[in-house]
């Protein structure tokens, strides 16, 4: 199975995506294998767009989530309230949110436990900078993001964990690393996950590659078996351009069955 997730940012109001869910969904009518496929769509729009993906098998995904239950913090959304409105899956960790909002490990780690107790299923977001990367730390600030994100994630929870490894100099730049450095980066995270959690089988984790998504490279990236699906962010926006990557997926499924 191939994984498509649509971020959608801070760029739809409730009207705009309604209409492209709709059209996202149209998508994957009448195919003999498709993606399965997320949406994330801002929060006010989550129940509207709820309507819209109901009994369609796509997964709906907020953007982010509180690490608090409930009390005096103005502006946040907890868990509780977004499993309320639908929410299937949630983002947590987005390059934009370290980068933007100072979001640290411990507290990713925080929001990824509070969204497990409401039955959301997290989609980790974990990458380097480029100064990182060219310090060659690659590996060793993947260690650490994991690591921390995953602490006291109790080991029946594993199966349905999610990891979108997305390097920080590629979003919204148009680079990319080379599709053999996705995979070794790949390889390198489904290593620590086995040993985060031993007793989940390999197969247990999703990883997807994110950052400057597009139709001109999802085809080499999804036809890695190593690379799980894509976390799309403005090219899911554009139909002809999500309908392409949904092509490409459906195209490597086809021959990978």
């Not at 399965?36 to 819209?52: D, F, G, N």
């Not at 080991?155 to 070794?184: D, H, M, N, R």
């Not at 894509?230 to 899911?236: F, I, P, R």
């Amino acid at each position: 199975m191939k994984t498509i997730i649509g971020n959608w940012k801070m760029n739809l109001g409730v009207r705009e995506s309604v209409a492209l869910a709709r059209a996202s969904l149209l998508l994957l009518r009448g195919r003999k294998v498709a993606p399965h496929m997320i949406i994330c769509p801002s929060t006010i729009a989550l129940s509207e767009v709820r309507k819209v993906v109901a009994r369609s098998g796509c997964g709906l995904g907020a953007q982010n989530v509180s690490e608090e239950e409930q009390g005096a913090f103005t502006g946040e959304t907890s868990a509780r309230m977004l499993s309320e409105v639908g929410a299937t899956h949630v983002l947590i960790g987005h390059s934009e949110r370290r980068q933007l909002f100072g979001e640290t490990n411990e507290l990713i780690n925080a929001k990824l436990l509070k969204a497990i107790e409401h039955g959301l299923t997290p989609i980790v977001c974990i990458g380097e900078t480029k100064e990182e990367r060219d310090a060659g730390q690659v590996k060793k600030v993947i260690l650490h993001q994991l690591g921390t994100a995953f602490k006291n994630v109790r080991p029946k929870f594993s199966e349905t964990l999610c990891v979108a490894y997305e390097p920080v100099w590629a979003i919204g730049t148009g680079e990319t690393p080379s599709t053999q450095e996705i995979v070794e980066v790949h390889a390198h995270i489904r290593e620590i996950l086995g040993e985060l959690f031993p007793t989940a089988p390999e197969t247990a984790f999703a990883i997807l590659y994110g950052g400057s998504v597009n139709k001109e490279n999802a085809y080499g990236f999804l036809r890695e078996k190593e690379i799980d699906g894509l976390l799309v962010g403005g090219a899911s926006i554009k139909i002809h351009q999500l309908k392409e990557i949904v092509d490409a997926a459906c195209e490597v499924l086809i021959a990978q069955s």
